[in-house]
């Protein structure tokens, strides 16, 4: 029985900590003012995606990253519609073309959380595991936001 127990311990706290059965909250809030717009449970594993509009090309620019263990983010891969002003075209990167974006891919960029000035005309959405988490227009224009996992 003893034996039994401490195997079910051991499962319970390999599953904890490969990020399985604990979970954190994903918040997204005004940074002055602490009003909550988004509070949602993330594991590690998940993904978030921004879709903006670049503010001079005005072409659809997304950003897939992963939610880590420890509550950071990677990001993986920038989709475009084409390169212009501000667009990185000289990454060292694999490219791919597909639905008429192009992707790349292989980026690995490490960001502890998101700060930024929200605006209607650039935030079109954030996604969470494929499904709308919030559009930019739900959060107050131009006022400073903050996508933290704690």
């Not at 993986?76 to 990185?88: D, L």
């Amino acid at each position: 029985m003893a034996a039994a127990l401490l195997a079910m311990l051991v499962g319970i706290t390999a599953a904890a900590l490969s990020g399985r059965l604990l979970s954190r909250k994903l918040t997204i809030q005004n940074a002055e003012t602490g009003e909550m717009y988004v509070s949602e449970e993330v594991r590690a594993g998940d993904r978030l995606e921004f879709g903006w509009t670049h503010s001079f090309e005005r072409i659809p620019w997304n950003e897939y990253y992963e939610i880590l263990q420890d509550g950071s983010f990677v990001l993986h891969t920038i989709s475009v519609a084409g390169f212009g002003a501000g667009i990185p075209a000289e990454m060292d990167v694999s490219y791919r073309y597909e639905d008429g974006l192009i992707y790349m891919d292989g980026i690995e960029s490490h960001f502890p959380q998101f700060n930024w000035i929200n605006s209607h005309t650039a935030l079109r959405e954030i996604r969470l595991n494929g499904e709308l988490l919030i559009r930019g227009e739900d959060m107050p224009h131009h006022e400073k936001m903050v996508l933290v996992v704690k």
